[in-house]
């Protein structure tokens, strides 16, 4: 178990809705990043949060938003979604910003219709 | 952009074999790699580690090779065990860029009892 949970672990939705993806990182931990993992995919690098605010950004779609909240978990919002966007969608947390000594959270599973 | 390849998509050894699993990267600024492994239905655990001043590390059962000169990395698996059949992802960070993790698309490895 590597402290990271998220939440819910499978998602059911139709194309065109708006989903809501929930992170919490280990304890001390200030960053949050999130990754998409498509079938047989490596993982993708979506966005990074430090302590509330953006630090990094990598290959996230417009249609997709996150934030951190004041006791540090974050949210993914995915919108008007598309079949593609069915995924694993991982969190991970880590002490610093570096990206250094990230861990894990189990993913929550995302099938679009 | 940082990219970060595997030479072999499946690896399959005998129990009690060594295993080795390669990567290779292109950003020679990238100054962290790690090695997760990923069991079917779970998220990236972390391995090892290792930061480029170094060209290898020792952990238990797991080394890693690092040889910046051919940006080239490694995952070696001292007598490899069942439990050790997962999805292997090098990943690697640059600090010249965004604080985050580049992931190669990964390798399976496959232990033969």
């Known amino acids: 178990d590597s402290g990271v949970t998220q939440t819910p672990k499978h998602l059911i939705t139709a194309t065109g809705q708006r989903v809501t993806l929930r992170c919490s990182p280990r304890?001390?931990?200030?960053?949050v990043y999130w990754y998409q993992q498509s079938l047989d995919q490596g993982l993708q690098f979506l966005i990074q949060y430090y302590n509330g605010e953006e630090r990094a950004k990598g290959n996230i779609l417009e249609r997709f938003s996150a934030q951190q909240f004041p006791d540090l978990h974050s949210e993914l919002n995915l919108s008007s979604l598309e079949l593609g966007d069915s995924a694993l969608y991982f969190c991970?947390?880590?002490?610093?910003?570096?990206?250094?000594?990230?861990?894990f959270g189990p993913g929550t599973r995302l099938t679009v219709t | 952009g940082e990219s970060v390849g595997l030479h072999l998509p499946t690896l399959s050894v005998q129990e009690g074999d060594n295993s080795i699993i390669n990567c290779a990267y292109s950003?020679?600024?990238?100054?962290?790699f790690i090695w997760y492994k990923q069991e079917s239905g779970k998220g990236p655990q972390f391995i090892i580690d290792?930061?480029?001043?170094?060209d290898k590390r020792q952990g238990q059962r797991v080394t890693v090779l690092l040889n910046k000169t051919v940006k080239h990395l490694s995952l070696q698996i001292a007598a490899t065990q069942p439990g050790d059949s997962a999805v292997y992802f090098c990943?690697?960070?640059?600090?010249?860029?965004?604080?985050?993790?580049?992931f190669g698309t990964g390798t399976r490895l496959t232990v033969i009892p």
């Open positions: 990943a690697e960070v640059s600090q010249t860029g965004a604080n985050n993790l580049f």
């Open positions: 304890s001390g931990d200030l960053s």
């Open positions: 950003n020679s600024a990238s100054d962290y």
């Open positions: 290792i930061r480029s001043n170094m």
């Open positions: 991970a947390s880590s002490v610093g910003a570096g990206g250094y000594e990230q861990y």
